[in-house]
């Protein structure tokens, strides 16, 4: 019997797959739990218009992680941070200052796609990483000053 299954079922598929498994288990597992319903043409054309929809969707994220990468690419921002004797800070530059200073700026990226070049205990220089989406990663210099 053939389903397309509403959500992703271990060692089955993902959703909106199309399966082949055995009638007992269509029945009375995955569309008793709302996990897959029978394929007929309605549930088809529904399937092609959420994909459809997912592209489109898809394809307008990627448009603004490009657009926003083209403004950030190069760009240099200062982090006034706390500072100790001899320039050392007091802690470590994380990804959730660069995730501050961005905000600052306009730019909203989150911290877990910010990954920094390396640790940065002194006043100084680095480059962060920005992953603003699956293809798109824009390098920005980060500049610590003390405050």
Same mark, same amino acid.
């Given at each position: 019997m053939k389903v397309i @299954? #509403?959500? %992703? !079922?271990?060692?089955?598929?993902?959703?909106?797959?199309?399966? %082949? !498994?055995?009638?007992?288990?269509?029945? $009375? +597992? #995955?569309? =008793? =739990? $709302? @996990?897959? !319903?029978e394929v007929n043409k309605s549930n088809l054309n529904e399937i092609k218009v959420r994909k459809k929809a997912a592209a489109a969707k898809e394809a307008q994220a990627l448009a603004e992680a490009q657009e926003m990468a083209e &403004? @950030?690419?190069?760009? &240099? +921002?200062? @982090?006034?941070?706390? !500072? /100790?004797?001899? /320039?050392?800070?007091?802690? &470590?530059?994380?990804?959730? %200052?660069?995730?501050?200073?961005?905000?600052?700026?306009?730019?909203?990226?989150?911290?877990?796609?910010? &990954?920094?070049?390396?640790?940065l205990r002194n006043v100084g220089k680095t480059t962060a990483r920005l992953r603003l989406h699956r293809e798109v990663i824009v390098l920005v210099n980060i500049v610590v000053v003390p405050k």
């Amino acid at each position: 019997m053939k389903v397309i @299954l #509403l959500s %992703d !079922v271990k060692d089955l598929g993902k959703e909106d797959e199309i399966v %082949d !498994v055995k009638p007992g288990y269509a029945r $009375n +597992f #995955l569309i =008793k =739990k $709302n @996990l897959a !319903v029978e394929v007929n043409k309605s549930n088809l054309n529904e399937i092609k218009v959420r994909k459809k929809a997912a592209a489109a969707k898809e394809a307008q994220a990627l448009a603004e992680a490009q657009e926003m990468a083209e &403004t @950030l690419e190069g760009q &240099t +921002f200062e @982090l006034p941070m706390k !500072v /100790g004797e001899n /320039g050392r800070l007091y802690g &470590t530059l994380t990804a959730i %200052d660069v995730e501050n200073a961005l905000a600052e700026a306009g730019y909203k990226v989150d911290k877990r796609n910010i &990954t920094l070049e390396k640790a940065l205990r002194n006043v100084g220089k680095t480059t962060a990483r920005l992953r603003l989406h699956r293809e798109v990663i824009v390098l920005v210099n980060i500049v610590v000053v003390p405050k």
